[in-house]
T-cell receptor, first 115, second 113 residues
Framework: AQSVTQLGSHVSVSEGALVLLRCNYS??????LFWYVQYPNQGLQLLLK??????LVKGINGFEAEFKKSETSFHLTKPSAHMSDAAEYFC?????????????FGTGTLLAVQP | DGGITQSPKYLFRKEGQNVTLSCEQN?????MYWYRQDPGQGLRLIYY???????QKGDIAEGYSVSREKKESFPLTVTSAQKNPTAFYLC????????????FGSGTRLTVV
């Protein structure tokens, strides 16, 4: 069965510093992987997704993620943090088999950006 | 523009009352989902539906009920049997298969007093 693990429930960076949010997955089949962002009291918004094409995926707001099969990882990065990046970030993997689109979510990482 | 609408944004109810949360989508998605979100616990799946007139329990279905009479609509009822109903509730939809991921609504914050 699939699962995702997000290392670090809270991450704090300075404005302008590199953002690195970690996600490791477990899957018995080639995975479809997603990163979502949630601002306070709002729904989740898709940042980017990996669907077995290019291993480096670019998303919105300057974020990107690299799929590394050997490390079973899909870490989210942004070269330079902005105050507006402060939010909660969720990694997700599509459930095994692909017969449905049901996603399994990690527990989230809350990103704080310090001035 | 296509999207998914949850209403109301904030809901207050007295303990012991049933309450229904609305979720409507115009994305022509077959699948719809309800999640509950509590601080520090991520998203927990309550119910999901892959097709009209069919739905399945998720991980925390006790105290909740749903219906799927129309493709566009997937209302969630929080019953008096739910022990701790105060939470943020998120509805999502997706194509039935493929690689698209979910589209989420903006959520309903339910407070039971």
């Amino acid at each position: 069965a699939q699962s995702v693990t997000q290392l670090g429930s809270h991450v704090s960076v300075s404005e302008g510093a590199l953002v690195l949010l970690r996600c490791n997955y477990s899957s018995s089949v080639p995975p479809y992987l997603f990163w979502y962002v949630q601002y306070p009291n709002q729904g989740l918004q898709l940042l980017l997704k990996y669907t077995s094409a290019a291993t480096l995926v670019k998303g919105i707001n300057g974020f990107e993620a690299e799929f590394k099969k050997s490390e079973t990882s899909f870490h989210l990065t942004k070269p330079s943090a902005h105050m507006s990046d402060a939010a909660e970030y969720f990694c997700a993997v599509r459930e095994d088999g692909g017969a449905t689109n049901k996603l399994i979510f990690g527990t989230g990482t809350l990103l704080a950006v310090q001035p | 523009d296509g999207g998914i609408t949850q209403s109301p944004k904030y809901l207050f109810r007295k303990e012991g009352q049933n309450v229904t949360l609305s979720c409507e989508q115009n994305l022509n998605h077959d699948a719809m989902y309800w999640y509950r979100q509590d601080p520090g616990q991520g998203l927990r799946l309550i119910y999901y539906s892959q097709i009209v007139n069919d739905f399945q329990k998720g991980d925390i279905a006790e105290g909740y009920s749903v219906s799927r009479e129309k493709k566009e609509s997937f209302p969630l009822t929080v019953t008096s049997a739910q022990k701790n109903p105060t939470a943020f509730y998120l509805c999502a939809s997706s194509a039935r298969a493929g690689a698209g991921g979910y589209t989420f609504g903006s959520g309903t914050r339910l407070t039971v007093v």
